[in-house]
């Protein structure tokens, strides 16, 4: 099984809002970026990814743009 980036964000709101949406719709994502975003310091240098499985790419993506939050293509 294979993951897909559907989001690349220094903005932790975004990708709060995007994980909670697409949790909604039991569309499973997978963070990454996390710990060396905390290690810069949180001043929003090192964006962070947020993964979906390839599977649900497209259903992600329909979440997302129903609401609104641009996803990477």
Do not use: C, W
């Amino acid at each position: 099984m294979f993951m897909k980036e559907l989001i690349r964000s220094s903005d932790p709101t975004i990708i709060a809002f995007a994980t909670a949406l697409l949790r909604g719709e039991d569309i499973e994502t997978f963070q990454m970026d996390v710990h060396m975003s905390i290690l810069e310091g949180s001043i929003g240098v090192l964006p962070r990814r947020l993964m979906v499985r390839d599977k649900d790419l497209f259903m992600a993506r329909a979440v997302l743009r129903d609401n609104d939050i641009h996803y990477e293509e």
